[in-house]
């Protein structure tokens, strides 16, 4: 299994906001204008834009280290979190720490009591080594029922019914957060190309590996059957 791109890394820091929050408060004007110069924003919200329930995003900005720079797709501070997009959860978190550890150093906000949660999704575009398509050949008279059913006889040309993505997740309706992880044939390239667009809530590292067990599944199922 190849990655071809990282499409995209949010971390996210939730805690509670009154164990954060300064005790004698903070400028908000400042803060904004000073977390977009400090990140090289080249778009900043308005106070308005940091009080609604979207928070205050920025967009397009650069962390800078002695050793490193990580372009940021965007970052924003909320009530109760602050979110980071980058390419790779590592640099994402690099970021949200460096932020949550600027505002406690210029503006006086706490460590919380309460340790905070961590949030990833990994956004990856991948080629397998083994098609994700085959162990679906089971299902032959299935497809071939979809086909004839869903394609007019008609029709002046057809595109065949296939294999277009898997998908695992949590269910919605209960309590907490809702995992979701998906592999999908990539939105604009064509199929016999073999790319696929997977999205799953954890880390890079993690993200990489699982959709390795998933090429080594359909490898070990092609030698086995």
Do not use: C
């Amino acid at each position: 299994m190849n990655v071809i791109s990282q499409d995209g890394a949010l971390a996210t820091l939730i805690f509670i906001p009154d164990e954060v929050r300064p005790l004698r408060g903070f400028h908000l004007p400042a803060l904004l204008r000073e977390a977009g110069a400090r990140y090289g924003a080249a778009k900043s919200p308005s106070t308005e834009d940091a009080r609604s329930p979207a928070g205050a995003r920025f967009e397009n900005g650069l962390y800078i280290s002695n050793d490193r720079e990580v372009p940021i797709g965007f970052f924003s501070l909320h009530n109760d979190a602050i979110v980071v997009a980058t390419t790779d959860t590592s640099d994402s978190d690099l970021v949200i720490n460096d932020i949550f550890n600027w505002m406690k150093d210029r503006f006086g906000f706490r460590e919380p009591s309460t340790a905070p949660m961590r949030v990833y999704q990994s956004d990856l575009i991948v080629r397998f080594d083994n098609d994700p398509a085959e162990p679906f050949t089971a299902l032959t008279n299935f497809i071939d029922f979809l086909n004839a059913s869903m394609i007019p006889e008609n029709a002046r040309s057809k595109k065949p019914i296939q294999f277009n993505a898997i998908a695992f997740g949590g269910d919605p309706t209960a309590p907490g957060l809702t995992p979701e992880f998906t592999v999908a044939r990539r939105v604009g390239v064509p199929w016999h190309l073999g790319l696929y667009f997977s999205k799953a809530h954890m880390t890079t590292p993690n993200h990489i590996r699982a959709l390795g067990l998933l090429d080594e599944f359909l490898g070990m199922r092609k030698r086995y059957r």
